[in-house]
DNA sequence: TTAAACTTTCAATAATTATTGAAAATAAAA
DNA sequence: TTTTATTTTCAATAATTATTGAAAGTTTAA
C-alpha cells in the first residue's frame, strides 16, 4: 500500500471509529489528517484535503481546540492561522478522557445521586428494583469516575504498566 | 420525588447518555425501563410505557438480545414473549464492553495492524509522522484490549479491588 | 382446515444531525 | 480612511438515522 492511500485509509477509519463512538465524523477526520501531517495546516489547505466547506472547517477547528487536542499557531508576518494537533497519544487519550468525563460522566452521577435519595415503601418490588438498580449504577460509575480521575494524572508508562502487571 | 416520576427521570437520562456514546436512544431507553421493572415485560407494555411503535419495540428488543442484555421469556400457557433485563450491572458493564470490542475495536485493530506495515522512506517527514501515530495509536488500541479481556474474565470486586487499589 | 394471536418486515415518513455557502464581522495593510 | 485578507456566523439545505404502521409472516388453537 502506498503511503498517500494509507493516509486516507487512516483518516476514513478514525472518522468511523468516532461517529461510532459518538463524535462527529469530520471532527474525528481533521483530528486524523493532523495527527499525521508534520507541519501545522490552514483552514484553506484542511477543507481542500478533505473536501469540505469552510463553515464546517472552522467550526470543526474550533470544537477541537474546546477538546484541548489541536491548538491555534500564529505565523509571524503571515495573517492566516495554522492548526497543529498534538501527536502524543497518550495526551490524546486522556484529553478525550477528561472531556467526556466532564460533559457525561459528571452530570450523570449527579443525577444518579439525586435518584438514589428517592424513598419509598421497600415492601414494593417495583421500588426496589429501582432502587437497586440505580444505587448498583451509581457505584459503577463512581468507580470508573475515580479510575478516570488517576489516568488523568498518570504517566502513560506506569499506567499500563500497573494495569498490565495486575491483570496479566 | 415520587417513584414514578424518578423512573421517568432514570429512562430519560439513560437514553441521553447512549445517544451520546453512539447508542440508540430507544435501544437504551427500552433497556432503562426493563432494568428498573422486577417481571418482565411484553412488547406491548414496552410499547404503551415509552410510547414507541410496535415495530420499534420489536427491532429494538432484538438488538438488545444481540447485545445480550436482555432475554426472551416464555410463559407456560401463554403465546406472547416477555422480555426481561439481567439486573447485575457488572454483567451489563461487561457484556458492553465484550460487544463494542468486537464491533468497533477490534476491526480498528486490523486496521492499524495493516497501516503499520506501510513503508516509506524514513527521511519524509510525512511518512515519519505518519508511521509514529499509526504505531502508537495501535500500541494504544493493543493495551486497551487486553485489558478488556481480563475485565471480561474478572469478577466486580476484584476487578475494582485491584484497580481502585493500584491506583489509589 | 380456518381463525385468532402474535411477531416480523420494510417502504414511507419524520426527526435529528451535519454541512454548505454567502453575508457579516474582524483585523491588518495600504 | 479604504481596501484586502481572513474568520465567523447561521439560515437554508442535505444527509443520515430513527420511527411508524400496515401488510405479510408465523405459530398455536379451535
Same mark, same amino acid.
Given at each position: ?12 477509519? #478514525?472518522?468511523?471509529?468516532? =461517529?461510532? #463512538?459518538? +463524535? &462527529?465524523? !469530520? ?9 499525521? !501531517? *508534520?507541519? =501545522?495546516?490552514? !483552514?484553506?489547505?484542511?477543507? /481542500? $484535503?478533505? =473536501? +469540505?466547506?469552510?463553515? &464546517?472547517? &472552522? ?16 505565523? *509571524?508576518? /503571515? ?11 497518550? &495526551? ?14 459528571? *452530570? ?7 435518584? $438514589? ?7 414494593? *418490588?417495583?421500588?426496589? !428494583? @429501582? ?23 498518570? /504517566?502513560? $508508562? #506506569? @499506567? #499500563? ?5 495486575? @491483570?496479566?
Amino acid at each position: 500500500m502506498k503511503l498517500e492511500e494509507a493516509k486516507l485509509q487512516f483518516i476514513q477509519a #478514525w472518522g468511523k471509529l468516532g =461517529s461510532e #463512538w459518538g +463524535i &462527529n465524523r !469530520t471532527m474525528a477526520q481533521v483530528h486524523a489528517l493532523l495527527l499525521i !501531517t *508534520p507541519e =501545522s495546516l490552514t !483552514t484553506e489547505e484542511i477543507m /481542500e $484535503s478533505l =473536501s +469540505i466547506s469552510r463553515g &464546517n472547517a &472552522n467550526m470543526t477547528l474550533r470544537d477541537l481546540m474546546g477538546w484541548g487536542l489541536v491548538e491555534k499557531q500564529l505565523k *509571524p508576518g /503571515e495573517r492566516k492561522e495554522y492548526f497543529y494537533a498534538d501527536k502524543n497519544t497518550w &495526551n490524546i487519550a486522556r484529553q478525550v478522557a477528561k472531556e467526556r468525563r466532564k460533559r457525561e460522566l459528571d *452530570p450523570v452521577i449527579k443525577i444518579l445521586d439525586e435518584l $438514589s435519595k428517592v424513598e419509598g415503601n421497600s415492601n414494593d *418490588p417495583a421500588y426496589k !428494583t @429501582f432502587h437497586k438498580s440505580v444505587k448498583d449504577i451509581n457505584k459503577l460509575a463512581k468507580n470508573v469516575d475515580k479510575t478516570l480521575e488517576t489516568m488523568l494524572k498518570a /504517566e502513560e $508508562s #506506569w @499506567f #499500563w504498566g500497573s494495569v498490565l502487571k495486575v @491483570f496479566k
